[in-house]
C-alpha cells in the first residue's frame, strides 16, 4: 500500500494542473480531496455537477426560495412537479410527498399535484392531478404556467392546454403553499430563472417555493463542503492566487478533452452509486484512481481500491429528507478497506514530504 | 513547559486586576508564580497589555445557514475589501479556515455559534471543525419546531416531557446552550402572517411567543444549563420595536435570559421620520433587569450580508437586498433568510442603528450584562472588531466619524452628549470575562490560576484600532499561536457542549414524530464524537441539575 500511495504522490507532485474529479464520496472525502485540490493547486468537479453548477449560478445571480423536503411534504398544498427528472431519480417521490399523515398546514385547499411536461409516471391515488403536456417543449409550458400566474394574456394553438394551464394558474395564485419540484440536471438556466420568477411573484401575496431534488454521489454534500471549505461551489481551481469558481472553465470532462489537465484524481467509492467517469479518462492522462468497484484504468495508472461510504464505513452525506448533512451509520462495516478520506490525507503528507526534502 | 509574560499591563477584571506584572503559562493553563524556578521561555511583554483571549457570545461562523450566505454571495469579501474593510480580496476569506486564523489574529481565542440547526448540526460540526486555533460551541434552535408547539398546544404536556425534549434536543446536537429565534414567528409565517408579535399566537398550535419563551426558560433553569435561553425576540428591525424589547425583558419575570443584538430593538418612532433612538429606554430597562444579558449587534457602515433564522423578518427584509439577490428558505423549524445589505452613511436608518448600537455600549450601568458583538456578519463582519473598540474608547474618534453622518440622524441620537470612554477594563469585562461568565465556560475569559493558558497580548496605543487589530501576541492554551498579528503555529481547537440528563422515553416520542412526518431517522442527525477526526475534540460543561 505504501509504495502504491507513493506513486500517487509521485505522479501528483509532477501535474501542473490536476483535476480532482468522480468525487462521489463522503463529507470527509470531499474535505480530504479540497486540501489535496489547494496543496496541489488544482481542480475540485464533481462527476454529477451539471445541475448543481446551473442553480448555483443562477442563485448567485439573484438568489433562492427553497423549501425543505419536511416542509414540502408536511404544508404544500400544490406541487408542481416539473418535467421527468424528479420521478425518474426517486420512483417514490410523490407518495413520499403525499403522505397519509402531516403536521398543520396552511389553508383549507385539498391537497392537489400538477405536472408539467409529462404525460409519464403514475401519480398518487386520491390526489387531484392536473398533466400539462403537449406539443411545447418543457421550457416553454414552464413560461406559459408562469404567465399563467403572472395573469399575462397568451396564444397556443392547443385551446384544451390553454385551458388547463390558466386554471393551473389560478390554482396556483389561490395556493396557500405553492412548491415547484424539479431536478436542475433538466433544466437549463433561463428555465431555472423562470420557475424562481413564478415563485417570486406568488410570495407576495402568499407562499411559494422550490424543491431541487438533490445530485446523485452525494453531490450537495460535496458542493457545501466545497463552500465552507473555499467559500466556492465545485468546479472551482486553486491555480492561481485566490480560489477562481468557473462552471464551464473547469468542468472536468472538458479540462481532459483540451488536454489542460494533465493529470486526474478518480473518485467513485459511494455505495449506491456509480460516477460516469470523463470521456477521455484513463486514455493517456495520469490517473490516481480511488474506487470501492473494479475500474478499468490505464496501464501506468494508480488504483487505490477504498471502502464505499455507507456500506463500508459511516459516512456523512446528504440526505433529502432532512434537507441537509446527515450520518449514516454503515450497513457492514468492513474496516479492511481504507477511506478515501484517509487515503488522499496519506498522500498530501507524501506531498508534503517530498516537497520538504 | 513553564512560560513567562513578564512586565506587562495585566488587565484581568474577573480578578480586579489591573497592574503591571507578569502572567505564567503551564500545561496550557495559567499558573501562579512558582517559587524559584527558572521559566523555560520568557517574553518581555513590559508596555504592553496583557489579556485573557477573547471570547465571542454571537457569531454566525458555521452552518446551514451561514453557507446558504457562502452560495449566495460568494463576492462578499471581494466588495468588502474594495470598500476599504480589513478583509481578504477572496471568496475564501469568508471559509472555515480563514475565519480561525482571523480571529486569533486578533486575540480571540473562543467563539460560539448561534445558531445550529437541530437537523443539520452534523454540518455546523464539520464546519466548526475545519476552524483552526480556537474553540467553539454551538447554540440549538428551538422554539418553531413543530415538536415543542404541539408539546405546547396541549398545554396538559406530561410536566416534563419539554424539559426531556430541550434534553434530548441539546445532548443530541452537541450544544452549549439553547437559541430562541422570534419564537412562533417563523411558524407563523409558515401560514402567511406578516408580522408576529409578543403576544399573538402560533396559528393550529395556540402558544404564544411569550409562552414559548417562558416555556424554555423554565426547561433550561430546570435542567441547570449554565447559559440561560439565547433568545432573539420578535419584531426585529421595526420601528418602536424597543416596546416589544422592553415588554420581552418584563415577561421574563426574574429569569435569566440572554437576548441578542439588541441594538436591533432599540428603536423608538419619535421625530419627523418616526425613527429614533430607544437605546435610553432600553438601557434603561437591562440595567433595571438584572436577570438579563445582552449582546450589541454594533452596525457598522458597509457590505455585509444578514443571515438570519428569523425568516418572517427577512422576508420582509428581502426588499432592502443590496445587491438585489435574496434567499428566503423555508425549512423544518426556523428557516433561514439570507438578504445582503449594505449600511450606509449617509443613510438616516443606517447612521442611526449605528449610533444607537454605541449608545447601548455606553450607557451599560455593568458591562457584564452588556456583551460585545456585531452579529457577525448581520450588523458587521468580525474583522471590524477592532474600530469598534476604538469608538468605545475614544470619544473623539466617535467624534470625527459623527461629523461625517446625516443631521437627521445626529439629531434623534444622544450619542453626540455622551463623553463615556470604556476602560481596558470594561472593554476586557465585555469581550472576556461576561462571555465566559454567561456562558458557564468559566475556565477562561480571566487570568487566575487553573484557567485555560488563552492570553492576548496587545501594544498599548492612541489608535486602538491598530492596536486591537492585531495582536503581538496569542497563546491558545499555552501554545503560541499568533506572533505579531501573524499566526505562527496553526493548532485546533475543542468544541464544548452541555450534557443534560433525560428520561429516555423522549427518544421514542422523537423517533416516532420524525418518521411519521418527515420519513427521517433522528440518529442521522445525532452529532457523536467521529463527526471530527480529532479525538479530543469536545469537552462537556456540567449543567448544575
Known sequence: MDSTLQRAADLLAQARLPVIGGLFTDVNGAAAALALAQKLGGVVDHAASGGMSRAARVMRETGSTPASFGEVRNRA?????????????????????????????????????????????????????????????LPELVALLGAAVRETPFEIRDKALAKKILSAGKRLRESAFAVFVYDPVEL???????????????????????????????????????????????????????????????????????????????????????????????????????????????????????GAAIADHDAAVYLPPIAGIGEVKATSADSSKPTVAEVLNKIGTLIDAKGAA | MLIQLKGGRVIDPANNRDSVGDVYLENGRIVDAPDGREP?????????????????????????????????????????????????????????YATGIR??????????????????????????????????????????????????????????????????????????????????GSEAFKFNARTFDLDEQVPEYGVTSRGIVEAMQQAIADLGVPHPPHVHTNNLGIAGNVDTAVATLEATQGNPIHLAHIQFYGYGKEGDKGFSSGAPRLMEAINKHKNATVDVGQVMFGQTI???????????????????????????????????????????????????????????????????????????????????????????????????????SRQVSGLAGISRELTFSELAVMTRAAPAKVLGLMDRGHLASGAVADVAVYTDQKNKTKMFAAADLVFKSGKLVVRKGNVVDVSWGRCYHVEAGFDSHIEKRVRSFYETYYGADPSWFGVTETVSDRPDRFATIRCAS
Open chain 2, 306 to 408: 444578514t443571515i438570519s433564522g428569523d425568516v418572517l423578518r427577512q422576508f420582509d427584509g428581502r426588499r432592502a437586498a443590496n445587491p438585489k439577490k435574496w434567499i428566503i428558505n423555508q425549512a423544518d423549524g426556523n428557516g433561514t433568510g439570507v438578504v445582503p445589505y449594505n449600511y450606509k452613511k449617509k443613510s438616516f436608518v443606517n447612521a442611526l442603528q449605528w449610533a444607537i448600537g454605541l449608545e447601548i455600549f455606553l450607557l451599560a450601568e455593568d458591562p457584564w450584562r452588556v456583551l460585545f458583538s456585531t452579529d457577525h456578519p448581520n450588523g458587521a463582519l468580525f474583522t471590524r472588531y477592532p474600530e469598534i473598540f476604538h469608538l468605545l474608547m475614544d470619544k473623539d474618534e466617535r467624534s470625527r466619524w459623527l461629523d461625517q453622518l446625516p443631521e437627521a
Open chain 2, 103 to 184: 480571529y486569533a489574529e486578533m486575540g480571540y481565542t473562543t467563539v460560539i455559534e448561534p445558531a445550529m440547526i437541530p437537523t443539520h448540526a452534523i454540518q455546523s460540526h464539520k464546519e466548526m471543525a475545519s476552524i483552526p486555533i480556537i474553540d467553539v460551541a454551538g447554540l440549538v434552535i428551538l422554539g418553531n419546531d413543530d415538536y415543542t408547539l404541539n408539546l405546547l398546544r396541549t398545554s396538559n404536556v406530561k410536566s416534563d416531557e419539554l424539559k426531556d425534549y430541550v434534553a434530548w434536543t441539546l445532548s443530541h446536537s452537541k450544544a452549549l446552550g439553547l437559541k430562541v429565534i422570534n419564537a412562533g
Open chain 2, 40 to 96: 523555560d521561555e520568557v517574553h518581555d511583554v513590559s508596555g504592553k497589555i496583557v489579556m485573557a483571549g477573547a471570547i465571542d457570545v454571537h457569531s454566525h461562523i458555521a452552518g446551514t445557514n451561514v453557507t446558504l450566505g457562502r452560495q449566495l454571495m460568494p463576492e462578499l469579501p471581494l466588495i468588502a475589501s474594495a470598500e476599504g474593510q480589513p478583509i481578504l480580496p477572496s471568496p475564501a476569506a469568508w471559509g472555515a
Open chain 1, 77 to 137: 398544498d400544490t406541487v408542481v412537479v416539473i418535467g421527468d427528472g424528479p420521478r425518474d431519480r426517486d420512483p417514490e417521490l410523490l407518495d413520499r410527498l403525499f403522505p397519509a399523515k402531516g403536521l398543520p398546514r396552511p389553508g383549507d385547499n385539498k391537497r392537489e399535484l400538477i405536472v408539467v411536461g409529462t404525460g409519464r409516471g403514475k401519480t398518487p391515488s386520491g390526489i387531484r392531478a392536473t398533466v400539462i403536456d403537449g406539443k411545447q417543449a
Open chain 1, 188 to 306: 437549463e438556466e433561463p428555465v431555472l430563472h423562470t420557475v424562481l420568477e413564478t415563485v417570486r411573484l406568488l410570495v407576495k401575496t402568499t407562499r411559494a417555493a422550490t424543491l431541487a431534488l438533490s445530485a446523485p454521489g452525494n453531490g450537495d454534500g460535496v458542493n457545501l463542503c466545497s463552500t465552507w471549505t473555499c467559500g466556492l461551489p465545485v468546479r472551482t481551481s486553486f491555480a492561481g492566487e485566490v480560489p477562481e469558481n468557473n462552471m464551464w472553465a473547469y468542468e472536468a470532462e472538458r479540462l481532459l478533452k483540451s488536454g489542460e489537465a494533465d493529470a486526474l484524481v478518480w473518485i467513485d467509492a459511494l455505495d449506491g452509486a456509480d460516477a460516469a467517469p470523463p470521456t477521455r479518462a484513463f486514455r493517456g492522462i495520469p490517473s490516481v484512481v480511488l474506487s470501492s468497484k473494479p475500474v478499468k484504468a490505464g496501464r501506468d495508472d494508480v488504483v487505490i481500491e477504498v
